[in-house]
């Protein structure tokens, strides 16, 4: 018997002497998709960073084809056929997206001189596969969180591999992009590629893998031909009990309106958009990428320009600034969880409490240590944060409990109206469960959630009441038992428009 | 050596590796000459430091929000200018000398408030680089006081002026006291308040910082006035010193001084993370340097060189624990 692509023996990596690999055996295999999947912190994005060169293992072995190998840098592993598609984006934001795609690789003609012409036709080659509505020439820096999602895995294809790596790589996709990338992966795995697909979505992971592993702090507690696994079983072996109901029973806001838009317009962006949000009402916005979700909770956080009427609670709250949005009440979890949302640097309590700073001032403008690291203690609690202190840099937390941390930063203002952009991107299921329901208890409470996600399961399980956008423009609203998939969908992509309640 | 090299790796990051470096070098200049660690030596020492020392506090502000303000030494010799004519313009007025040398004083806080305040308004709202902006600035600031001065010197008509620049209450020379009440004052604001967290969240990543709430033009631009009225007080206090203010050389190379304090301290050049009492240790550290090469002997002209090589070694260090 041929030996596998890569086998680990007895992998181990220890932080600071925690231990968050503890002696992995496993392989992969050529003409594969593994799937890894494993909660927030178990070690799956470490395991993956170590088959790519990022990190040097504390202890075990990797063997490549039945010999030792050892990964002095990722641009070792990456000659060694290893590519990654990173959980968090690796992009050099001044680089245009073809310089970014070839970054380190470039491709060269008469020996030294760039080859621009190759590369600009390779990348618009991969990003029409991918059916990225993406220039090979456009900046990194003007792109959507989706669309540098995109780029990565553009990034990762560009060469050959006989390992490649997706750690996360759909949580900013709709499905139309899915779709695209899963066939891509299937012609890859047909070419007797090896792929690692790391996901939460464990529908997707049994629509594509072909084997699974569960790590759970560390330890691999399960492995399986995808056939013998079922999602609500990957979901039980990861946290270790069974999850049932993962969306909270939904309720009919009656409330007062709390959130009015109308006409709202921002040149380049989005067109005419009105809506309004009831009190306790969860509202949904769907749409493909691009369509202009974002900058709606973009213009009303006063982060772009707009022209329009924006009201809340019956009184004018078109704002200027974040600052002044904050004190209208205004709360936004951003898409882009590095790019605007997190600041790597700094710990987990000074990370939370960065946007309601002021209400841990005890003097006018010194800060309440105690309050500020007692209330950052109830957020981790709640939300079951990982991490080995409050003080941790954030850069130390896996992507999932960076996440939440993020979470809470948003909510800890007490928002009226809570805009959430992908809030569970690249949590666990047990803490998804958790961040619906704490949406829920909040709506429930009174605020007004405005709830922008591309994972349609998740805007359907939500929300009573969804707006489907499509080119900047409103295009549809459901409501009820209308809120169902199909209906989205056909809205989404243009096959069908009006109104449906 | 190598063994330094790994304790220091050792330590606790930022926080005490600037310290522990200053602790070597003073042991190493005490086996080398037995005069380092006299009481009077040792004054001297943190007297020299403290007029780039104070203007170091200020420009930890300002690297930390993610900035550099290079105009430091010609806003000095600026605001020493001004300070002098104001001193010698109302004495001779017929003010009394006490009231005259306020006036000075207040004369320059406010000129630096004031060009610190330019420098970042241009930053700010202009949206023009630091970097352009203050080397912009410190072309300006030189030549006004060469004009002023006929590039020569303006010597204060007051001798109070000159006594208190000598002063030294509790036998601590008065520059002395003044930066470390700053150091303190600043170093509260930077750790405890929110204007500090502000500066550092700006300097990490001033998108988050914007989709935080936070204002981040006032953030940055309340940095360099910090560093202004820094400029103020230092330049009046060396003005005092020397009783006259010299129009092309004071201030010569002050800002070259204060961001190697600030670097030597272990504030990131990428901004974000700092502290002000690790400059107040790389502004001494510099001293220590120069105090240590002088009593040993060697060339005034080769000073620079080690000045270099240990800026150079301050960020190799940090590089390593990264
Ligand atoms: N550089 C680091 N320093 C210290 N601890 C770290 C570091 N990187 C990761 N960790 C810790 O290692 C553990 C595993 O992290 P990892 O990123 O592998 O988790 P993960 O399984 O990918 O989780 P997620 O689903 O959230 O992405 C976490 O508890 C994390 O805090
Ligand atoms: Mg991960």
């Given at each position: 018997?041929?030996?596998?692509l890569?086998?680990?023996?007895?992998?181990?990596?220890?932080?600071?002497?925690?231990?968050?690999?503890?002696?992995?055996?496993a392989e992969i295999r050529r003409g594969e998709i593994l799937g890894l999947i494993g909660e927030n912190?178990a070690?799956k994005s470490?395991f993956m960073?170590?088959?790519?060169?990022?990190?040097?293992?504390?202890?075990?072995?990797?063997?490549?084809?039945?010999?030792?190998?050892?990964?002095?840098?990722?641009?070792?592993?990456?000659?060694?056929?290893?590519s990654i598609v990173p959980q968090?984006?690796?992009?050099?934001?001044?680089?245009?997206?073809?310089?970014?795609?070839?970054?380190?690789?470039?491709?060269?003609?008469?020996?030294?001189?760039?080859?621009?012409?190759?590369?600009?036709?390779?990348?618009?080659?991969l990003?029409?596969e991918l059916g990225a509505?993406?220039?090979?020439?456009?900046?990194?820096?003007?792109?959507?969180?989706a669309?540098?999602q995109l780029?990565e895995v553009c990034?990762a294809l560009?060469?050959?591999a006989?390992l490649l790596i997706l750690d996360e790589p759909t949580t900013m996709l709709t499905r139309r992009e899915i779709d695209r990338l899963f066939a891509l992966m299937r012609s890859l795995k047909a070419r007797g590629m090896a792929l690692v697909y790391v996901s939460h979505k464990l529908a997707e992971v049994k629509a594509i893998c072909d084997r699974v592993m569960v790590l759970k702090?560390?330890?691999l507690v399960r492995e399986a031909p995808i056939a013998e696994i079922e999602p609500p079983e990957m979901a039980r072996c990861m946290v270790?009990?069974e999850l049932r109901e993962i969306f909270?029973?939904?309720?009919?806001?009656?409330?007062?309106?709390?959130?009015?838009?109308?006409?709202?317009?921002?040149?380049?962006?989005?067109?005419?958009?009105?809506?309004?949000?009831?009190?306790?009402?969860?509202?949904?916005?769907a749409g493909l990428v691009?369509?202009?979700?974002?900058?709606?909770?973009?213009?009303?956080?006063?982060?772009?320009?707009?022209?329009?009427?924006?009201?809340?609670?019956?009184?004018?709250?078109?704002?200027?600034?974040?600052?002044?949005?904050?004190?209208?009440?205004?709360?936004?979890?951003?898409?882009?969880?590095?790019?605007?949302?997190?600041?790597?640097?700094?710990?987990?309590?000074?990370?939370?409490?960065?946007?309601?700073?002021?209400?841990?001032?005890?003097?006018?403008?010194?800060?309440?240590?105690?309050?500020?690291?007692?209330?950052?203690?109830?957020?981790?609690?709640?939300?079951?944060?990982?991490?080995?202190?409050?003080?941790?840099?954030?850069?130390?937390?896996?992507g999932g409990?960076?996440?939440?941390?993020?979470?809470?930063?948003?909510?800890?203002?007490?928002?009226?109206?809570?805009?959430?952009?992908e809030?569970t991107r690249g949590v666990d299921v047990a803490a998804k469960q958790?961040?619906y329901?704490?949406?829920?208890?909040?709506?429930?409470?009174?605020?007004?959630?405005?709830?922008?996600s591309s994972e349609l399961e998740e805007i359907i399980g939500m929300?009573?009441?969804?707006?489907?956008?499509?080119?900047?423009?409103?295009?549809?609203?459901?409501?009820?038992?209308?809120?169902e998939e199909r209906e989205i969908m056909y809205?989404a992509t243009?096959?069908?428009?009006?109104?449906?309640? | 050596?190598?063994?330094?090299?790994?304790?220091?790796?050792?330590?606790?990051?930022?926080?005490?590796?600037?310290?522990?470096?200053?602790?070597?070098?003073?042991?190493?200049?005490?086996?080398?000459?037995?005069?380092?660690?006299?009481?009077?030596?040792?004054?001297?020492?943190?007297?020299?430091?403290?007029?780039?020392?104070?203007?170091?506090?200020?420009?930890?502000?300002?690297?930390?929000?993610?900035?550099?303000?290079?105009?430091?030494?010609?806003?000095?010799?600026?605001?020493?200018?001004?300070?002098?004519?104001?001193?010698?313009?109302?004495?001779?007025?017929?003010?009394?000398?006490?009231?005259?040398?306020?006036?000075?004083?207040?004369?320059?806080?406010?000129?630096?408030?004031?060009?610190?305040?330019?420098?970042?308004?241009?930053?700010?709202?202009?949206?023009?680089?630091?970097?352009?902006?203050?080397?912009?600035?410190?072309?300006?600031?030189?030549?006004?006081?060469?004009?002023?001065?006929?590039?020569?010197?303006?010597?204060?008509?007051?001798?109070?002026?000159?006594?208190?620049?000598?002063?030294?209450?509790?036998?601590?020379?008065?520059?002395?006291?003044?930066?470390?009440?700053?150091?303190?004052?600043?170093?509260?604001?930077?750790?405890?308040?929110?204007?500090?967290?502000?500066?550092?969240?700006?300097?990490?990543?001033?998108?988050?910082?914007?989709?935080?709430?936070?204002?981040?033009?006032?953030?940055?631009?309340?940095?360099?006035?910090?560093?202004?009225?820094?400029?103020?007080?230092?330049?009046?206090?060396?003005?005092?010193?020397?009783?006259?203010?010299?129009?092309?050389?004071?201030?010569?190379?002050?800002?070259?001084?204060?961001?190697?304090?600030?670097?030597?301290?272990?504030?990131?050049?990428?901004?974000?993370?700092?502290?002000?009492?690790?400059?107040?240790?790389?502004?001494?550290?510099?001293?220590?340097?120069?105090?240590?090469?002088?009593?040993?002997?060697?060339?005034?002209?080769?000073?620079?060189?080690?000045?270099?090589?240990?800026?150079?070694?301050?960020?190799?260090?940090?590089?390593?624990?990264?």
């Open positions: 018997m041929t030996p596998p890569f086998r680990v023996r007895r992998l181990r990596k220890e932080f600071a002497g925690n231990a968050v690999l503890r002696d992995v055996d912190g070690g470490t960073k170590i088959l790519s060169g990022i990190y040097e293992p504390t202890s075990g072995t990797l063997e490549l084809e039945g010999r030792p190998i050892a990964f002095d840098s990722p641009s070792d592993a990456r000659r060694a056929g290893v968090e984006f690796n992009l050099a934001k001044d680089l245009s997206v073809e310089e970014n795609v070839f970054l380190g690789a470039e491709l060269l003609k008469l020996r030294r001189v760039l080859d621009r012409t190759g590369m600009r036709v390779r990348t618009a080659q990003l029409a509505n993406v220039s090979p020439q456009d900046r990194i820096e003007g792109l959507s969180a669309q540098k780029v990034k560009a060469f050959d006989s702090d560390g330890e270790g009990r909270p029973p939904k309720r009919k806001a009656v409330g007062p309106v709390v959130l009015e838009v109308r006409g709202l317009s921002s040149p380049g962006a989005f067109t005419d958009v009105s809506f309004t949000v009831r009190e306790g009402e969860i509202l949904g916005f691009g369509a202009g979700r974002t900058q709606i909770a973009e213009a009303l956080m006063g982060l772009r320009p707009s022209s329009g009427v924006v009201r809340v609670g019956g009184k004018e709250a078109r704002a200027r600034d974040a600052k002044q949005a904050v004190r209208q009440g205004f709360g936004y979890l951003s898409e882009d969880r590095q790019g605007s949302g997190i600041l790597t640097g700094f710990g987990i309590a000074e990370n939370m409490t960065l946007v309601s700073l002021r209400d841990y001032a005890s003097l006018p403008f010194v800060i309440d240590r105690d309050k500020e690291v007692a209330k950052a203690r109830t957020w981790r609690d709640r939300f079951g944060i990982k991490a080995s202190n409050l003080a941790a840099p954030l850069e130390s937390l896996s409990n960076q996440q939440k941390v993020f979470l809470a930063k948003t909510l800890d203002p007490g928002p009226r109206v809570v805009m959430v952009d809030p958790e961040i329901r704490f949406l829920a208890e909040l709506a429930a409470k009174g605020a007004a959630v405005v709830l922008i929300c009573d009441r969804v707006v489907v956008m499509r080119e900047g423009r409103i295009v549809g609203e459901l409501e009820g038992n209308h809120v809205m243009g096959l069908r428009t009006g109104a449906n309640a | 050596m190598n063994a330094a090299l790994s304790f220091l790796q050792r330590v606790d990051k930022e926080r005490y590796a600037a310290f522990v470096a200053l602790a070597i070098l003073t042991v190493v200049s005490a086996l080398l000459s037995p005069f380092f660690l006299q009481w009077q030596n040792l004054l001297n020492i943190i007297r020299q430091v403290s007029y780039t020392g104070i203007i170091a506090l200020g420009m930890t502000f300002v690297i930390v929000s993610g900035g550099i303000d290079l105009s430091v030494g010609s806003m000095a010799a600026f605001v020493g200018c001004l300070a002098i004519l104001v001193l010698n313009g109302s004495f001779e007025a017929g003010w009394p000398e006490g009231t005259a040398v306020a006036a000075a004083v207040a004369c320059a806080m406010f000129a630096g408030l004031a060009c610190g305040l330019a420098n970042g308004l241009l930053v700010t709202k202009g949206k023009i680089a630091p970097f352009i902006v203050t080397l912009g600035t410190m072309a300006l600031f030189r030549s006004l006081s060469l004009y002023m001065a006929n590039a020569g010197e303006f010597r204060s008509a007051s001798s109070l002026f000159g006594e208190l620049g000598s002063s030294a209450p509790l036998g601590i020379p008065l520059p002395a006291f003044i930066l470390v009440g700053l150091a303190a004052a600043l170093a509260f604001i930077f750790g405890r308040t929110r204007y500090g967290r502000y500066t550092r969240a700006v300097g990490s990543n001033s998108r988050v910082a914007l989709y935080s709430a936070i204002d981040v033009d006032t953030t940055r631009l309340a940095a360099y006035t910090v560093t202004g009225a820094m400029v103020g007080v230092s330049s009046v206090l060396i003005s005092m010193r020397f009783n006259s203010v010299g129009s092309s050389t004071l201030g010569v190379n002050y800002e070259l001084d204060a961001i190697a304090a600030v670097i030597i301290g272990g504030t990131s050049m990428s901004g974000g993370r700092g502290t002000v009492w690790g400059t107040v240790v790389g502004a001494i550290t510099l001293g220590v340097i120069n105090n240590m090469l002088n009593m040993v002997g060697i060339s005034p002209y080769l000073q620079g060189t080690v000045k270099g090589l240990v800026i150079i070694g301050a960020v190799f260090i940090q590089r390593q624990r990264q």
